[in-house]
């Protein structure tokens, strides 16, 4: 037996009230939290799609010939790119998707709104900046840092009277959905939808402050969950399937059409690359070599070659200071050095000490 197709209120309402429990819930990265917001989103999915099956908004109409009870159903795309918003995504590149998904749904609420002028004058203002340019778009246009603070005051301001007056309706009895009064229940629909239309151009401008933030992050050579020797393996059967391969690093023997050829042309032009080498022993001695140079001789043998270069100066401390002892069978030796005090003696009388002086003198 199939099952009967459900109506908008109760799919609409089962989406609610998945949405207000998840509003209560603080573990977002919990399993259970990702499987209700999916389960809201599929709710709200499919209450648009009862909307465009039935019909139920035309733009051949305005909002007097919208029934209080329809008027929660404008609602639906601005849930639905709230619910989009929360989707954590495991790369750049998919929030980057999700976001263009949530923007297409604020897109789809501002302009339903729009066909039954529902939108206010500042709000219609703002609907215009942001179809001139959507990805620059901005809730205070101006570059005054005092201009700017003074829109934030204000924007602040009216989103807190907004909010404050949806407390007040929703608590009174006047304004109840089940025995309220009509007009006063069609009073608290519109009131809640200007307070999502507020909400909606934040969150259009908060989109286009992260796709920022998303244009300067790198883009992964791999996608998420991939492994190198996936990576590996999807390589090797690209290149066996018809040659080609993305790899930029493939060995030099694929990316050479002679790599079995000859080494040389007739006319002595190398036909592929190759290294010199006087044998191959040289070449397998390298092979397990360390990385670093090893030393060629040892501390003793580099201060003997070092000493023979010249390179070491001896002497110095108490063997430089002691005299050596003379010999007193070396008689030339000895008349040299006599000769060589008498002079200095000689020396020492003809030249007084400071006679050489002759800027002091009185």
């Given at each position: 037996?199939?099952?009967?197709?459900?109506?908008?209120?109760?799919?609409?309402?089962?989406?609610?009230?998945?949405?207000?429990?998840?509003?209560?819930?603080?573990?977002?990265?919990?399993?259970?939290?990702?499987?209700?917001?999916?389960?809201?989103?599929?709710?709200?999915?499919?209450?648009?799609?009862?909307?465009?099956?039935?019909?139920?908004?035309?733009?051949?109409?305005?909002?007097?010939?919208?029934?209080?009870?329809?008027?929660?159903?404008?609602?639906?795309?601005?849930?639905?790119?709230?619910?989009?918003?929360?989707?954590?995504?495991?790369?750049?590149?998919?929030?980057?998707?999700?976001?263009?998904?949530?923007?297409?749904?604020?897109?789809?609420?501002?302009?339903?709104?729009?066909?039954?002028?529902m939108l206010s004058s500042s709000d219609s203002k703002l609907f215009i900046e942001y179809n001139e340019d959507p990805t620059a778009f901005s809730t205070?246009?101006?570059?005054?840092?005092?201009?700017?603070?003074?829109?934030?005051?204000?924007?602040?301001?009216?989103?807190?009277?907004?909010?404050?007056?949806?407390?007040?309706?929703?608590?009174?009895?006047?304004?109840?959905?089940?025995?309220?009064?009509?007009?006063?229940?069609?009073?608290?629909?519109?009131?809640?939808?200007?307070?999502?239309?507020?909400?909606?151009?934040?969150?259009?401008?908060?989109?286009?402050?992260?796709?920022?933030?998303?244009?300067?992050?790198?883009?992964?050579?791999?996608?998420?969950?991939?492994?190198?020797?996936?990576?590996?393996?999807?390589?090797?059967?690209?290149?066996?399937?018809?040659?080609?391969?993305?790899?930029?690093?493939?060995?030099?023997?694929?990316?050479?059409?002679?790599?079995?050829?000859?080494?040389?042309?007739?006319?002595?032009?190398?036909?592929?690359?190759?290294?010199?080498?006087?044998?191959?022993?040289?070449?397998?001695?390298?092979?397990?070599?360390?990385?670093?140079?090893?030393?060629?001789?040892?501390?003793?043998?580099?201060?003997?070659?070092?000493?023979?270069?010249?390179?070491?100066?001896?002497?110095?401390?108490?063997?430089?200071?002691?005299?050596?002892?003379?010999?007193?069978?070396?008689?030339?030796?000895?008349?040299?050095?006599?000769?060589?005090?008498?002079?200095?003696?000689?020396?020492?009388?003809?030249?007084?000490?400071?006679?050489?002086?002759?800027?002091?003198?009185?």
């Open positions: 037996m199939n099952e009967e197709p459900r109506t908008l209120k109760s799919v609409f309402k089962a989406g609610e009230f998945k949405r207000i429990a998840l509003e209560n819930t603080y573990e977002a990265n919990s399993p259970t939290y990702r499987e209700d917001l999916a389960q809201a989103l599929e709710l709200y999915q499919e209450c648009i799609q009862i909307i465009n099956k039935v019909a139920l908004f035309s733009p051949n109409e305005g909002l007097e010939d919208i029934s209080t009870s329809d008027l929660p159903y404008l609602l639906v795309n601005f849930r639905i790119a709230e619910l989009l918003q929360k989707f954590s995504t495991q790369s750049p590149l998919e929030r980057r998707a999700s976001l263009n998904t949530t923007r297409e749904a604020y897109e789809r609420f501002l302009h339903l709104l729009d066909n039954y002028s205070i246009s101006t570059s005054d840092p005092t201009a700017r603070r003074n829109a934030k005051i204000a924007s602040f301001k009216a989103e807190k009277e907004l909010k404050r007056k949806l407390e007040y309706m929703r608590s009174s009895p006047r304004y109840l959905e089940d025995g309220g009064d009509e007009e006063a229940i069609r009073e608290l629909y519109l009131t809640s939808v200007a307070f999502c239309t507020h909400l909606a151009f934040q969150g259009l401008e908060s989109i286009n402050r992260e796709m920022e933030i998303l244009a300067q992050a790198p883009t992964p050579l791999m996608p998420q969950g991939t492994t190198v020797q996936d990576d590996e393996r999807r390589r090797r059967e690209a290149l066996s399937n018809d040659g080609y391969s993305e790899r930029l690093d493939s060995p030099l023997n694929t990316r050479l059409p002679n790599s079995n050829g000859p080494l040389l042309s007739r006319e002595g032009k190398p036909l592929r690359p190759f290294t010199l080498t006087s044998n191959r022993q040289e070449l397998q001695s390298g092979v397990f070599r360390p990385g670093h140079n090893l030393p060629t001789m040892s501390i003793d043998e580099y201060l003997e070659e070092e000493r023979r270069q010249g390179n070491i100066i001896e002497g110095g401390g108490e063997a430089s200071g002691r005299q050596p002892e003379p010999d007193e069978d070396d008689i030339d030796k000895a008349d040299a050095e006599t000769m060589k005090a008498r002079e200095w003696d000689e020396f020492k009388e003809a030249n007084p000490r400071g006679s050489g002086n002759t800027l002091n003198r009185g």
